[in-house]
């Protein structure tokens, strides 16, 4: 028994390395082929990029970077502070009606990222007295919204909307919202909106569509999942999206009616405590936008260059720009993406938890901008590495 300042304490002879269990952790996840690397970048890569959510090639483009740059020197490369004090600017709001207007709502708000916005907004409209149904593939950022709302939830079948109707027809609480994907991050299938909308409403619920991988990709011009299904501006829906994606800038928004709006502002905590939006995403949001507004088939092309991938790697054709290639075991998928990098073809590689056990898979996101050359080398690449990978997979093309 040693004594402290008076206090007095048991020490033991062996120390304990309180850390050990991660030591345990990283062994099981090397044997599982789960270990996770960062790769940091260089400026400038020779790599044909199939991995990156950069799904205009906007993130270099010259106007882009123009809008950032102005952002900056007109408004410091920080917001300073919370929306609330001193973080939002003139610009802030510039960006946030010029979102809702493209998309179709009555207002929108930006958050520091696409996963505050979703935090945000969900449980600041959910709590203990309301019900969430959330599809069983939604994204991870609606999965912990959920798991913070402290309200009931049910996660229902993958684009199951009898399943949504039933869990909502059982309900005793006063309020109840839905959550989905517009555009599914894993798979790159679309959910299935106007029937949940249909559900959703006849049991007086409210929607919220993550439209992450919707918006610049689906839609007229790019304006989204929800704007293609005709539900722009539905008073019980409301979209949440990432700048980060085909707006090649960073931040998230919310586009809802004013009312919900109002009510974000007052009672979203991610919103309230968060340091606002820094200026040059939102400057490079905004020229981004802009872009896409000049250029609509941007939209169009981001699919047709999907399209082409998938022809390549045997799969059928995507609805989005994720084209997934399932391989099997997360080693498979691991040495995989390995063997496509080592030729000069960067591509994503999804493993468990990210997807089910047994379906690790190539990610390969698709460009607009990519060239008829760069395809070419995708074609001689992914050919040659797939044909080596599925001749020692269970999973066929
Ligand atoms: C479907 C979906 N929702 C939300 C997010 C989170 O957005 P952000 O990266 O801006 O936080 C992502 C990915 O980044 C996503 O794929």
């Known amino acids: ?168 027809a059982t309900r005793t609480e006063e309020r109840a919202l839905v959550l989905t994907d517009s555009v599914f991050s894993a798979d790159g299938d679309l959910a299935p909106l106007a029937q949940l909308h249909r559900v959703t409403r006849a049991n007086g619920a409210v929607l919220i569509v993550d439209e992450a991988h919707g918006l610049g990709v689906r839609g007229a ?14 008073p019980d829906l409301i979209i949440t999206a990432t700048l980060s994606k085909a707006l090649a800038a960073q931040g998230g928004v919310v586009l809802a009616d004013t009312r919900i709006r109002a009510h974000l502002i007052d009672a979203a905590r991610t919103f309230i405590f968060d340091t606002g939006l820094a200026p040059a995403a939102v400057g490079a949001a905004r020229a981004a936008l802009r872009l896409l507004r000049g250029e609509p088939e941007m939209a169009v092309r981001v699919l047709e260059r999907a399209a082409d991938i998938a022809r390549i790697a045997g799969v059928a054709e995507p609805h989005s720009a994720v084209v997934s290639v399932v391989l099997g075991e997360a080693q498979v998928a691991h040495d995989a993406a390995r063997a496509c990098r080592a030729r000069g073809l960067e591509v994503g590689c999804f493993r468990p938890p990210s997807v089910p056990e047994g379906t690790s898979r190539l990610r390969l996101t698709a460009r607009a901008d990519l060239t008829p050359d760069e395809l070419d080398t995708i074609a001689t690449v992914l050919t040659e590495v797939l044909a080596q990978t599925r001749g020692l997979s269970a999973v066929p093309a």
């Not at 205009?56 to 490369?77: F, K, N, S």
């Not at 990222?113 to 449980?123: E, F, I, K, M, P």
């Open 1 to 168: 028994m040693d004594d402290l300042n008076g206090v007095q304490v048991c020490s033991v002879a062996v120390t304990i390395d309180p850390l050990s269990w991660l030591d345990e952790r990283a062994a099981e996840r090397v044997a599982a082929g789960l270990r996770r690397e960062l790769r940091a970048r260089a400026p400038q890569s020779p790599s044909i990029d199939l991995a990156s959510n950069d799904y205009l090639g906007l993130v270099r483009h010259p106007a882009v970077v123009e809008g950032a740059i102005d952002a900056v020197r007109q408004w410091g490369t920080g917001s300073t502070g919370s929306r609330l004090v001193t973080g939002t600017t003139v610009a802030h709001e510039q960006l946030e009606a010029e979102l809702a207007e493209f998309v179709g709502a009555e207002a929108g708000l930006v958050f520091a990222s696409g996963y505050a916005a979703n935090l945000g907004v969900v449980t600041a409209l959910a709590g203990h007295g309301a019900l969430i149904v959330s599809d069983a593939g939604s994204h991870a950022s609606l999965v912990d919204a959920c798991r913070l709302s402290r309200a009931r939830v049910r996660i229902s079948a993958h684009r199951d909307v009898a399943a949504v109707d039933r869990l909502l």
């Open 221 to 234: 011009g790019g304006r989204g999942l929800v704007h293609e299904v005709g539900l722009a501006g539905e």
